[in-house]
């Protein structure tokens, strides 16, 4: 079998649902699971949906009604006839909706959150599945609640193997097209729980590993993955093929290629993904599989805004040893900073951090009552991987070069605009 992904962008509207079609009468659909994200921005508007739930507030009901008109304005406009009985499902599914809003007991946010968010890829995907039907491709609409068996992490739910093997391996039916959702699971007492981060690349990944699939392909509006992010770099260069390893290194940098627990599973099998245009769909795109790190051989350029870089030294020139650094960690963690960059001497110590969740003057005050603190926020870290002279001499240029660190493969640079 062969494992498509889908995204939210590519089935934004009716357009990109049309062309979802379009994408698979060029490409083949027999033998296929698609695994289908929320349309467009739902997400976001059922995290509107929660924030309205726990404030009590009176938009709540508005809340839930945007979300529905935008899904009915897409369903009136692939389907002709309101009778369709896709409409009386998306009905039932809000409907659902509605009952745990009004009937829920639970104070427990990330629960909540699971239980109210995945209510978008049931919707995307009832749509989706009828569309097909709709146009004479037969599908088969799977719940992948019945499929994927997590623990009860809600938000971030670690997926129970050997269940989920047994599921996936007796149940999914082969020789049609089956289609289901993304980022979703359920746990021992069928509660919904997600998958985290890119959960629905994660999601496809599962099912290729259980299914043995000859591959996965994600469908993206870019022609694949490119060697840097053409928002911020001219002449980016389409990379035909990264080996695993070389992937997963790229993403740990913060490059937004793939996800590592989306490759660790295709890795086991040594299962190629493909990431395509949906624009395009015959182009041959980029291949992340056994084989070259890189091909073509050239620097690939990582960027990651709105970084604060750190700079700690003892206050009585003592050395910074490996018990400050541990308690400084340690701290780091407790703080919720995601560390991208360290740098030691004998009496100082650099680290480049993310403060995601706002946390760093609570930090800085307990770090000041040990170290002399000085910071510098709203830097740029670069990271480039395969550099040469040239590619740093670009990153440089026209600015303020606060930190450089060198490894064989890999430049990392911490810069603020001039």
């Known amino acids: 079998m062969r494992v498509f992904k889908f995204g939210g962008a590519s089935v934004k509207d009716a357009a990109g649902v049309r062309n979802v079609y379009d994408v698979l009468q060029k490409v083949g659909y027999e033998d296929v699971l698609l695994v289908v994200s929320a349309m467009?921005?739902?997400?976001?508007?059922?995290e509107v949906v929660i924030k309205n739930y726990f404030e009590k507030s009176k938009e709540l009901q508005a809340s839930v009604q945007e979300v529905k008109k935008y899904h009915n304005e897409i369903m009136m406009d692939l389907f002709e006839d309101e009778k369709h009985l896709v409409f009386k499902n998306v009905t039932t599914l809000f409907a659902e909706l509605e009952y745990f809003l009004n009937h829920n007991k639970s104070p427990n946010y990330n629960f909540v959150y699971d239980q109210i968010v995945s209510f978008g890829e049931l919707i995307s995907t009832t749509i989706l599945s009828h569309y097909m039907n709709y146009k004479d491709i037969k599908t088969?609409?799977?719940?992948?609640?019945d499929f994927i068996k997590t623990d009860s992490n809600y938000r971030d739910a670690g997926v129970d193997w050997d269940l989920t093997q047994q599921n996936i391996s007796k149940n999914v039916k082969r020789k049609i097209l089956n289609v289901t959702q993304g980022f979703l699971g359920s746990d021992e007492n069928n509660f919904t729980t997600t998958l985290g981060r890119e959960g629905s690349d994660y999601t496809a990944?599962?099912?290729a590993y259980c299914l043995n699939a000859?591959?996965?392909?994600?469908?993206k509006d870019v022609p694949g993955v490119m060697n840097a992010d053409p928002r911020y770099f001219e002449n980016a260069t389409l990379l035909n093929q990264i080996s695993y390893r070389e992937a997963i290194e790229l993403a740990f940098y913060g490059a937004t290629v793939i996800h590592p627990k989306t490759l660790q599973p295709l890795q086991r099998k040594e299962i190629p993904l493909y990431v395509k245009s949906f624009i395009n769909p015959v182009l041959p795109g980029t291949s992340v599989s056994k084989g070259a790190d890189l091909e073509p051989h050239l620097p690939c350029f990582i960027v990651k805004r709105e970084q604060l870089l750190i700079s700690l030294s003892s206050i009585d020139f003592s050395f910074i040893m490996e018990e400050n650094i541990s308690e400084i960690f340690a701290l780091l963690h407790q703080y919720k900073m995601k560390v991208s960059l360290i740098q030691n001497s004998a009496i100082s110590f650099s680290v480049c951090i993310e403060d995601k969740f706002g946390n760093f003057n609570e930090l800085k005050n307990i770090l000041s009552k040990k170290f002399k603190v000085s910071y510098n926020d709203n830097v740029s870290l670069y990271t480039i991987r395969h550099?040469?002279?040239?590619?740093?001499?670009?990153v440089e240029q026209n600015k303020n070069v606060l930190l450089k660190q060198v490894s064989r493969e890999t430049m990392q640079i911490v810069t603020k605009e001039v």
Not at 387 to 394: I, N, P
């Open 40 to 46: 467009g921005k739902t997400t976001n508007a059922l």
């Open 140 to 145: 088969n609409w799977i719940d992948v609640r």
């Open 205 to 207: 990944a599962i099912f």
């Open 214 to 219: 000859e591959s996965v392909t994600i469908w």
């Open 387 to 394: 550099f040469d002279e040239k590619a740093s001499q670009m």
